[in-house]
Antibody
Framework: QVQLQESGPGLVKPSQTLSLTCTVS??????????WTWIRQPAGKGLEWIGR???????NYNPSLKSRVTISLDTSKNQFSLKLNSVTAADTAVYFC??????????????WGRGTLVTVSS | EIVLTQSPATLSLSPGERATLSCRAS??????IAWYQHKPGQAPRLLIY???NRATGIPARFSGSGSGTDFTLTISSLEPEDFAVYYC??????????FGGGTKVEIK
């Protein structure tokens, strides 16, 4: 079965760019109809959908984050990535990558990573 | 944005008891709701999709129901491994997908 693993710096300075990578194993990121997604969870709060990318390269982002987010795909490495710029303390959260199944903007998540904590602090 | 409100925030029960978790949507989402189980340090797990369909490998003690704005996840008889946090998620075509705030099922 497919497995997802997040990686990246655990500490980012305010105003800088948060960069995370999700490595997919047990299956090709290029096969099937899946929506490769980033989700985050600030401490003590609920889950927040950040955005997704499809194998065609098409993306869809949460309107509240759209101006700061970029999600990209690297099929040669079976990875997809998140960049969030101009971060503040409010972006401190556990970041999850997940695989969405369903329709382009209507999907559920059948596989998730365990999450990685990113702290924004000077 | 469609807001999902989960209740109760915490449910204290003993193994063998029945758990009933609620998720209410701020507007109708038909049957487009999923439920996830999340344990600390683990990847969340999809339990139920489209309100009442069990995901692959999910035990029959987990069931979902509801439509429109009110949804329920029922665990018929709690096993020790079921104590976790449960989230609902909607995938309505009318708004970005959102999650509920979660219900923690803890051992009484």
């Amino acid at each position: 079965q497919v497995q997802l693993q997040e990686s990246g710096p655990g500490l980012v300075k305010p105003s800088q760019t948060l960069s995370l990578t999700c490595t997919v194993s047990g299956g090709s990121i290029s096969s099937g109809v899946y929506y490769w997604t980033w989700i985050r969870q600030p401490a003590g709060k609920g889950l927040e959908w950040i955005g997704r990318i499809y194998i065609s390269g098409s993306t869809n982002y949460n309107p509240s984050l759209k101006s700061r987010v970029t999600i990209s795909l690297d099929t040669s490495k079976n990875q997809f990535s998140l960049k969030l710029n101009s971060v503040t303390a409010a972006d401190t959260a556990v970041y999850f990558c997940a695989r969405g199944v369903g329709a382009p903007n209507q999907y559920y998540f059948d596989s998730w990573g365990r999450g990685t904590l990113v702290t924004v602090s000077s | 944005e469609i807001v999902l409100t989960q209740s109760p925030a915490t449910l204290s029960l003993s193994p063998g008891e029945r758990a009933t978790l609620s998720c209410r949507a701020s507007q109708s989402i038909s049957y487009y709701i999923a439920w996830y189980q999340h344990k600390p340090g683990q990847a969340p797990r999809l339990l139920i999709y489209d309100a009442s369909n069990r995901a692959t490998g999910i035990p029959a003690r987990f069931s979902g129901s509801g439509s429109g704005t009110d949804f329920t996840l029922t665990i018929s008889s709690l096993e020790p491994e079921d104590f976790a946090v449960y989230y609902c998620q909607q995938r309505s075509i009318w708004a970005p997908l959102t999650f509920g705030g979660g219900t923690k099922v803890e051992i009484k």
